[in-house]
């Protein structure tokens, strides 16, 4: 808080917020690039009805790939009540994200653990990852 107009100065003023464009190509390039995207859609059983929340993640995440990040997304889906539960599976938005760029989307088995470290350890540039439903 400030009193006076003098207690203001320019270090004090805010900046522009960065965007993920404000990245060089070499801070992209090679570099694994975690992304929290809300990825929360409507299902019918395993059928997204409404796949409106993936397109809107789509820009970045294309972005990132057109600079050779290696890319894991991760999110939730629903409200899992005693662990993992099959109809709260990422699979239907990896498989729908996959779609909409054009290449395979991996779907971790979880969203920790040693078989999730070496399949995001084994990802090449441009390869997208997307982990389990994080609240599993």
Do not use: W
């Amino acid at each position: 808080f400030f009193s006076t107009n003098s207690e203001l100065n320019e270090s004090a003023m805010p900046t522009r917020k960065k965007t993920v464009a404000d990245l060089a190509d070499a801070d992209l390039k090679g570099k694994r690039v975690l992304v929290r995207a809300d990825l929360n859609v409507p299902l019918d059983g395993k059928i997204i009805t409404d796949d409106t929340r993936i397109r809107r993640s789509m820009p970045t995440i294309e972005y990132l790939v057109s600079k050779g990040a290696i890319v894991t997304v991760c999110s939730h889906l629903g409200r899992p009540k005693d662990g993992p539960e099959d109809k709260f599976s990422l699979h239907p938005c990896a498989l729908r994200m996959g779609e909409l760029l054009k290449k395979e989307v991996k779907l971790a088995p979880d969203c920790i653990g040693d078989a999730v470290q070496a399949m995001v350890g084994a990802a090449k540039e441009g390869d997208v990852l997307m982990l389990e439903n994080t609240r599993f």
